[in-house]
């Protein structure tokens, strides 16, 4: 070989290690500043999705009947220590004084979008109709916002939660909420918040561990609603260990402590409310859920359109549930089961 093609080699070389040397460097950076990475897709986002955390509600407060004859309340501030602090309320129609379940809703978008109003970006249906219907199956819901990254990382949203539950219970007579017959439901990021509020309420070791005093006795909540929710890190795949990791840290290296804080399986104890898993894309993590649960002797059921009946469904597809068969029968037996644990 000739001593110029040698050298032209031993310089190509380099060049490719520099590249090499230069994506790993950046992977690290990626991986271990991940709001660099969702920060780029909140950007992406806005205009289209709500990404930003505010101390003003989405728009102006209102009081009034749908088209579907179901009421709604706007934008009611239920705490101001941190931002998104609103909630909406809606009744199956203009009567507040009938005595029905409370459903109180977490919405989806990986921690960085989404909103109540909007719903979740990450999921594959519109989570409106699901809300509406559900409310039209007799539930009043109460539809709860939360911060975003990178103001708002966990636990914050979960305090939030309670403190949307405290407004609740300290305002159900002027609201026709009935807080002694509570299901906690969301889906997505939301039900993360959901799975952990669950055990927050039932594990005192879990509501010391995240600094919460619980608004609710164990024994309001008749249920909860874990819709696809990413629970076990470890089995994660790098776009969800991204999202997540950056809601806990900001990196996607997070310590065993920082993993078992989070995953709400690892908490479950034999106080924890009776349960609904829907499991699609993330079906393993309802599964482990399903295991905690079963070891725990804690009545629940899991719906697994894979283990079923071989389909492969998208995020959340129950909210589907006006269009696709199986997310209609999912959609159904998730009533049912509620329906069984409610007065």
Avoid at 108 to 116: D, L, P, T
Avoid at 205 to 213: P, R, S
Wanted: net charge negative; hydrophobic share 40%.
């Amino acid at each position: 070989m000739k001593e110029k093609t040698k050298r032209r080699l031993r310089l190509l070389a380099r060049v490719v290690g520099g590249i090499c040397v230069a994506l790993v460097v950046l992977a690290l950076v990626l991986a271990t500043h991940t709001q660099i990475v969702v920060g780029a897709i909140q950007a992406l986002s806005a205009g289209t999705v709500k990404t930003t955390n505010t101390y003003e509600p989405e728009g102006e407060p209102m009081d009034a009947v749908r088209d579907n004859g179901q009421r709604i309340v706007t934008d009611i501030a239920y705490a101001d220590e941190y931002p998104n602090s609103f909630l909406d309320i809606t009744y199956p129609d203009s009567d507040t004084s009938v005595r029905r379940p409370t459903l109180v809703y977490f919405h989806g978008g990986g921690f960085f979008g989404g909103s109540k109003s909007m719903g979740d970006p990450l999921a594959s249906s519109d989570v409106t109709s699901l809300l509406d219907d559900i409310c039209a199956a007799g539930y009043n819901v109460v539809n709860v916002d939360y911060g975003l990254v990178p103001d708002c990382r966990f636990p914050v949203p979960v305090i939030q939660a309670n403190q949307a539950l405290a407004w609740c219970e300290s305002h159900a007579d002027e609201y026709g909420l009935d807080m002694d017959d509570v299901i906690i439901m969301g889906s997505s990021a939301g039900v993360i918040i959901s799975s952990q509020l669950g055990a927050v309420l039932s594990n005192p070791e879990y509501a010391a561990e995240l600094g919460i005093e619980p608004s609710l006795e164990r024994d309001q909540v008749r249920a909860v609603v874990i819709d696809d929710a990413p629970l076990v890190y470890d089995e994660f795949s790098l776009g969800t260990k991204v999202l997540i990791g950056n809601y806990v840290r900001g990196t996607i290296f997070l310590s065993k402590e920082e993993v078992h804080r989070y995953d709400a399986t690892q908490w479950v104890t034999s106080d924890y409310p009776p349960a609904v898993l829907l499991g699609s894309e993330y079906h393993n993590d309802m599964r482990h859920m399903d295991a905690a649960l079963s070891e725990a002797g804690v009545t629940h059921e899991l719906i697994d359109p894979l283990a079923e009946r071989g389909l492969e469904m998208p995020h959340c597809f129950v909210a589907a549930e006006r269009s696709d068969e199986v997310a209609r029968d999912a959609f159904e037996r998730m009533l049912a089961f509620l329906a069984d644990r409610t007065d």
